[in-house]
């Protein structure tokens, strides 16, 4: 079974401009959790998306947001990025039984760097 | 959640126990103790979990004390491989998909 994917794995972008991550999870998976991954700050929950819904809501500015598509891939949005919004961007999908365990599989992450 | 407290580093000896632990007192009764794990440079990975008693599956133990106020990660023999960050973090479960992790615990395992 193939794991979750993203892509981009790098990109360069400079300030100001916008970013689109992209975010494939494990077949079956509805569930599509980000987060952003950041020396001073680690790993910190962005949102989390459930039949194209976001369903949680982690504390960033505006500038950050997603969307869920009917097949469950998730894609993320920066937009005028800042110098600070560098970082390892960590995508996760969960199988969302119902249950009270819910199992997180990790991507690889997309590393951003903005100059 | 639950605010979680980990050492910041441990060494542990190729082929030893490496046992990690974690305070989480203001963890509350419907809170489960989650263990992640991130190798360097890669995704976080799951390892275990547990709500009240201990658990144990392929990749480690999970011991959790009766008032639930701390819990220790048992790797029962720890590789190389196993060097990592382990965060321990405290998750309702259900529809509540948001992990907080901490800073975790960087465990070297040395040959």
């Known amino acids: 079974k193939a794991g979750v994917t993203q892509t981009p794995r790098y990109l360069i972008k400079t300030r100001g401009q916008q970013v689109t991550l992209s975010c494939s999870p494990i077949s079956g998976h509805r569930s599509v959790s980000w987060y952003q991954q950041t020396p001073g700050q680690g790993l910190q929950f962005l949102f989390e998306y459930f039949s194209e819904t976001q369903r949680n809501k982690g504390n960033f500015p505006g500038r950050f947001s997603g969307r869920q598509f009917s097949n469950s891939r998730s894609e993320m949005n920066v937009s005028t990025l800042e110098l600070g919004d560098s970082a390892l961007y960590l995508c996760a999908s969960s199988l969302n039984t119902g249950s009270a365990y819910n199992e997180q599989f990790f991507g690889p992450g997309t590393r951003l760097t903005v100059l | 959640d639950a605010k979680t407290t980990q050492p910041t580093s441990m060494d542990c000896a190729e082929g030893r126990a490496a046992n990690l632990p974690c305070n989480h007192s203001?963890?509350?009764?419907?809170?489960?103790v989650y263990w992640y794990r991130q190798i360097h440079s890669q995704g976080p990975q799951y390892i275990i979990h547990?709500?009240?008693n201990n658990e144990t599956n392929e990749m480690a133990s999970l011991i959790i004390t009766e008032d639930r106020k701390s819990s220790t990660l048992i790797l029962p023999h720890a590789t190389l491989r196993d060097t990592a960050v382990y965060y321990c973090i405290g998750n309702s479960g259900g529809s509540n998909y948001k992990l907080t992790f901490g800073k975790g615990t960087l465990l070297t395992v040395n040959p």
């Open positions: 547990g709500l009240k």
């Open positions: 203001t963890i509350s009764g419907n809170e489960y």
